[in-house]
Structures are given as structure tokens and as C-alpha cells.
């Protein structure tokens, strides 16, 4: 494993949340061979670490919360290609090593160097299957759809990754939006139910998955990233006579409340190029005083 | 034949030092109680009542919070609370 860098194994990378152990290269590596990673996907598993490690991102409240968060990992770049990840058919799934191993090898830390163990210092209600690791790589096949390490300030040409704090994916299904406008409406629907459908005026976060038909009706009509998201976000405001009840953030009576921030939507192509789906990534508490996600290039 | 194997352990090879838990005081007369909200909503709300239950009992409070729930309290205020407190109450829950 530790072929796969030319970093020092006593080279210390920093504290392994809940309980802020030290990680050595080495540790790292350790855990990446637990996790099933090849040499060639340490530089991803340590983007990876470094990107979690940002305070911006959290780990530690990520780690021990109750909600039962996980680590995402979104792979772009070149790097994605060269060591076989999977941006298609069940991307977010199982059956490729890489996808599968990468984030695998994040949790193993918490778990092996941080005392992340449920009913100790991780303390989910639920959890779910994602804390096992969830990690993909973006389809960066159409140069229509600027790649999401792009949209986050990496220059093109290099790989980078991306780390999400979420609590679970759930997949969302319309066959009868046929255009940009009543596809914007369909998603927009299933984000106002992410997490309660009363919850609204910020403080989550969401990644939400296109697959390639969804895309299709979108570039078809001319929309690129920054439209979609734009209109996601207008179209997941909502009056407060439909949120009437039960909000957990109120927004002083505003007539047009939010969903999210508009930080906190993040938008990523993965999936095959048949099935009219979506995935959102249920995000966590966001923004300033919860888990941001965090990009990091990846340095051979 | 036989066969070499090197064992590599994944964790930090290090064992915490286990204090003992201080023990309870037997009476809060004279104390200084701190009352830790971690910004979770409602938990002042719990405070709250907390401070004006000790206030009726003529038990001096101190109020401190940290910024967010979702990340650990920063050093300032835990040296205060170690510094000025003698026993404090934590609203952990929304």
C-alpha cells in the first residue's frame, strides 16, 4: 500500500475523530489493506482523509451524532479512470473495488484509530448502509456538465475528491417529467420530502444524483449545472401556508421559504444511461456550524 | 517449511489513561453550578428552568454554550468551565 505514495509512512496526517488519535501514513495504510484498496487508490484514500479532516467538515460531530452519519466520497478526474472506478450501472452500488474500498478505508479509521463504535463514542440511532463507505466517481463523459471538482474551484484536467456528510441515499422515480421545466418540479417535489417535508429555511444539506436520461432532458433543453441548480433551488421554495405545521426552523413568516442554503445542494452525474431515476444523498446539519462538503485535489 | 508473518494493528497502539470519576458532591451549598448548552434547540429552554430551580435554592449558576452541537467545545470554554465550575449540567438533547 504504501507503493501507492511517496509520502513518509511516520509522515503524521493529523487526528482520527470521535476520540482524536494520531494517524501515521502508515495507520492509514493499514486500514486501506483492511478496506480491500489497491496501492493505486491510496492517493484517493488520502484526498480523502485530508478533505474529512477539515474542520469545515466536521468528522468528529459526523461521527458520534445520533442522526448516524457517513462519509461520501466523489471521485473526479482523470485518477477515476485510471484505477477503474465506476460512474455507470449502479455506481453508487456494489460489484467495482475501488467504489467499494476507498471510503471503506475512511471508516475503518474512525473505527480502528478513532473508537467510533456504535453504543460507544459513535452514537447513531439507526445508521445506515452507507456507513459502511459510499464512494463513486462523477461521469465527466459530456462536456456539457462541468464535473463537480471543477464547479468547486479545481482546475480541469486534475483529480480530486469530493467528501459529503450524509445519512443515507434514497432513489426517486417520475416518467412523466419530458422537459426541464416539469423535470425541475419533479425533483424539486422529492427534495421538499428529503429529511421531513416540513423542514425548510436551511441547515442541510442534500446531494442529488442525476442519471443520464435526467441529464438528457435537461442539456437537451440547454440547461448546464449552474441553471439546474438555480431552478432546484428556486423550485424547492415553498409558502409557509404549505409548511404550516411541525417547522423545525422557522424563517419569521417569510412568504417564500427555502429549502436549502444554496451551498448545501449539491448536484453530481453518476448513473447509467437508462432509467428515468434520481438519488439524493441525505445530507446532515450544514453550513457554518454543521459539515460542509470539502474538496481536495489529489496529489500523486 | 516454515513461514514469517509481520502483524500490523490498525490502531494507535495506545491505551487512554482511565481517570476515576470525581465524586459527586454531597451538598451544591457554597458550589458554583455551571449550565453547558450545546445549541441544540430547546436545550435553553431546559436551562432555563434549571437556573431559576437553582436560584430558588439560593445555588450560584453560570451560563456558558458552545458555538454549534456539531463540533467540540472550544478550548476557552472548557478552561472556563474548569476554572469557575465546580459541578456542571450539560443540555445534550434537542
Redesign the interface.
Known amino acids: 500500500m504504501l507503493q501507492g505514495t511517496r509520502r513518509a509512512p511516520d509522515e503524521i496526517l493529523g487526528m482520527i475523530p470521535p476520540?482524536g488519535?494520531?494517524c501515521t501514513v502508515e495507520?492509514a495504510a493499514?486500514?486501506a489493506v483492511?478496506a480491500g484498496c489497491m496501492p493505486e487508490y491510496f492517493p484517493v484514500v488520502l484526498a480523502a482523509l485530508d478533505a474529512a479532516m477539515d474542520?469545515d467538515f466536521?468528522w468528529?460531530?459526523l461521527m458520534s451524532?445520533?442522526m448516524g452519519a457517513g462519509v461520501c466520497v466523489i471521485v473526479n478526474g482523470p485518477i477515476a479512470r485510471r484505477i477503474g472506478m465506476n460512474w455507470q450501472h449502479g455506481a453508487l452500488g456494489h460489484g467495482n473495488r475501488p467504489n467499494a474500498t476507498i471510503a471503506r478505508a475512511l471508516q475503518?479509521m474512525v473505527i480502528?484509530?478513532g473508537g467510533a463504535v456504535p453504543g460507544g463514542m459513535d452514537r447513531s440511532t439507526h445508521g445506515h448502509p452507507g456507513k459502511f463507505g459510499l464512494c463513486f466517481a462523477e461521469d465527466e463523459t459530456d462536456d456539457a456538465w462541468q464535473p463537480l471538482a471543477q464547479s468547486r474551484g479545481i482546475e480541469p484536467g486534475k483529480s480530486a475528491v469530493t467528501v459529503f456528510g450524509f445519512c443515507g441515499t434514497s432513489i426517486n422515480n417520475t416518467e412523466t417529467a419530458r422537459d426541464a421545466d416539469g423535470l425541475t418540479g419533479s425533483l424539486s417535489m422529492c427534495l421538499n420530502a428529503f429529511f421531513h417535508p416540513q423542514h425548510a429555511g436551511g441547515g442541510l444539506a442534500a446531494g442529488l444524483v442525476l442519471s443520464g436520461e435526467y441529464w438528457g432532458i435537461y442539456r437537451d433543453a440547454g440547461w448546464d449545472r449552474a441553471r439546474i441548480h438555480a431552478a432546484l433551488l428556486e423550485g424547492t421554495h415553498r409558502t409557509q401556508a404549505e409548511i404550516e405545521s411541525g417547522v423545525?426552523r422557522s424563517s419569521g413568516g417569510a412568504s417564500s421559504i427555502p429549502k436549502f442554503d444554496p451551498g448545501d445542494l449539491v448536484l453530481v452525474r453518476a448513473g447509467s444511461n437508462a432509467g428515468l431515476f434520481s438519488t439524493i444523498i441525505h445530507g446532515?446539519?450544514s453550513g457554518?456550524?454543521?459539515?460542509q462538503p470539502v474538496t481536495r485535489e489529489i496529489v500523486p | 517449511m516454515t513461514q514469517s508473518i509481520t502483524m500490523?494493528?490498525?490502531?494507535?497502539e495506545?491505551t487512554?489513561a482511565m481517570r476515576s470519576r470525581k465524586a459527586p458532591p454531597a451538598s451544591l451549598d457554597g458550589l458554583t453550578v455551571g449550565l453547558l448548552d450545546i445549541?441544540k434547540?430547546q436545550g435553553d429552554h431546559f436551562l432555563d428552568r434549571l437556573e431559576v430551580l437553582f436560584g430558588e435554592r439560593g445555588i450560584k449558576v453560570e451560563r456558558f454554550a458552545k458555538?454549534?452541537?456539531?463540533?467540540?467545545a472550544p478550548d476557552d470554554v472548557t478552561a472556563s468551565l474548569a476554572e469557575r465550575c465546580d459541578v456542571v449540567v450539560e443540555a445534550l438533547?434537542d
Not at chain 1, 457554518?288 to 459539515?291: A, D, E
Not at chain 2, 458555538?67 to 467540540?72: G, L, S, V, W
Open positions: 476520540s488519535e494520531v495507520k493499514i486500514n483492511m474542520p466536521a468528529q460531530g451524532t445520533t475503518l480502528n484509530l423545525t446532515w446539519g457554518p456550524s454543521g459539515s | 500490523l494493528d490498525p490502531t494507535s495506545k487512554n445549541s434547540d458555538p454549534t452541537y456539531a463540533k467540540k438533547a
